[in-house]
């Protein structure tokens, strides 16, 4: 365990739904990471909260809307996605955004979208 | 399992011997660099980091080599057992950069033969 927790570990949802990702991380880290994870690329950074400040939007589509309401938790609500939206969402965290500093990642959220 | 991705480099080596698993950064300012391991249906583990003032970092069975001069990364793995099948890739981070975020490679399917 590497102290991130991430759930729901599979999600199955159609284009119209609305579901949310849930993210908690335990070792006391200030910077949360969302990635996306698709089969033949590699992992893509999607937002970055560091002290509970957004500091990174990869030119995410608004569909994916993330929210850290204190520095233990991150979510992602998603919204009328799109099947190449199906993919592993991965959460991670470290000490804080910017230091040379280990990234610990959670299990993943394997999403299907259809 | 789950894939992580597709068409990925694969190295198969023999239970005992000693693996090597290459990676070539792109950013010759990054002075952060990280291995990760991801066996099936699990998130990215950490296994071994190295700043650029080092070219060797030594761990548990893993070994790390940075050549600067040409963009070059290796993982070494000491006799390689059936538990270390898995997906490696490497991460480099420009500390210096604007953000400070870890840029990810494809990664390198390994996989241990009993």
Not at chain 2, 44 to 63: A, E, L, W, Y
Request: hydrophobic share 30%.
């Amino acid at each position: 365990e590497t102290g991130v927790t991430q759930t729901p570990r599979h999600l199955v949802m159609g284009m119209t739904n609305k579901k949310s990702l849930k993210c908690e991380q335990h070792l006391g880290h200030n910077a949360m990471y969302w990635y996306k994870q698709s089969a033949k690329k590699p992992l893509e950074l999607m937002f970055v909260y560091n002290f509970k400040e957004q500091t990174e939007n990869n030119s995410v589509p608004s569909r994916f809307s993330p929210e850290c309401p204190n520095s233990s938790h991150l979510f992602l609500h998603l919204h009328t996605l799109q099947p190449e939206d199906s993919a592993l969402y991965l959460c991670a965290s470290s000490q804080e955004q910017g230091a040379a500093d280990t990234q610990y990642f959670g299990p993943g959220t394997r999403l299907t979208v259809l | 399992g789950e894939s992580v991705g597709l068409h990925l480099p694969t190295l198969s080596v023999q239970e005992g011997d000693n693996s090597i698993i290459n990676c070539a950064y792109s950013n010759s300012a990054s002075d952060y660099f990280i291995w990760y391991k991801q066996e099936s249906g699990k998130g990215p583990q950490f296994i071994i980091d190295i700043r650029s003032n080092m070219d060797k970092r030594q761990g548990q069975r893993v070994t790390v080599l940075l050549n600067k001069t040409v963009k070059h990364l290796s993982l070494q793995i000491a006799a390689t057992q059936p538990g270390d099948s898995a997906v490696y890739f490497c991460a480099e981070m420009n500390n210096g950069g604007s953000q400070g975020n870890l840029i990810f490679g494809k990664g390198t399917k390994l996989s241990v033969k009993p």
